[in-house]
């Protein structure tokens, strides 16, 4: 997507052909920055602090990390110490894990001498099929919105609430959620996005607005408990929300306050959609509630970030001293919740029949 009209992916390999660069997201809205990564530990350090952050974008970090990690030591025991030590930065993204899987099986029968080389290009390949797969997600979703818009009166914009980041900015490029709508905005059909601020690290404000933004897409940021209020006077036509794993019988892990959302959709007969790549798909859990649950620091809820009038970035308290906090990064909303999950290979039910019918291949996983 483009930024000041100069096109843009999250993450590519930097002129010395082997270190990456990223958009360093912790200085969004307010700086344009990029950082490079010069190792599988720097790409660690970027995932844990959410420097890079976003599903699928921290798979494709993980991978260029791998790639690095085998330049320096191609062993078997280096190989398996690095996935291991990436795929414990952020436990409840799926995409980080299934990467790291594509990179293992990419290099773990080759010569070491062949496996830095061989990584890097299944690294490469990671980020253009997710460019791809998210683009194949708006193509579909881009049905459901014009369908919504047929039956609204001429002229009227389709209002889409989202929560958190599922913006390109947290994919290589065109996001999940976020697809179908920059594709309807590209095509003329007109839209409007509720954006959730989604506290405590307010990915929705500082994120999904500014990249909304950018592209032009008509938005306005809503604070978290707003989504019910505004769907019961009849202000919202859909949900669409990303999600960090969703299990093979159609429970959907996201940021946390996704639920409630969903809840709210329900009883206002708001239909509430998810989008995802096949990498977001956990084929060994069939229960939502056995996903692991990424518990963060206190003082993401204790503190926030903002400019100030001159320009700096200051964080503040805003607790009184000595409360303390307790900070669940995401939570599960049941797939009775869930209209239908568009993916890659296109929409279905939110059930364990509904993957198994676009994904036929794991059926018997
Ligand atoms: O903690 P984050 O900011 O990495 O969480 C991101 C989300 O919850 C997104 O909605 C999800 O990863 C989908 S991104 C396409």
Redo the contacts with the bound molecule.
Sequence with gaps: MKINGKPYRTIWLAKDGWSIEVIEQTKLPHRLETIGLKSAEDCARAIKS?QV????L?GACAAYGLAMALRQDPSDAHLTRTIAFLAEQRPT?INLRWALEEMRRAVVERPPNDRAAAAYRRAADLCDDDVETCRRIGVHGLEILKAIAARKKPGDPVNILT????GWI??VDW???TSPIYQAHDASLKVHVWVDETRP?I?GAALTAFELGAHGVPHTIIVDNAGGHLMQHGLVDLCI????RVTANGDVA??IGTYLKALAAKDNNVPFYVALPHSTIDWMLDDGMTIPIEQRSADEVLKMTGRLPDGSIATVEIAAPGSPARND??DVTPARLVTGLITERGVCEASREGLAGLYPERRAS
């Design positions: 959410m952050r976003g599903a699928p921290i993204a929560h958190c980041n599922a947290a994919c996001g999940t959620a690290r990915q929300v990303g999600t960090d996201n940021k990064g995401f």
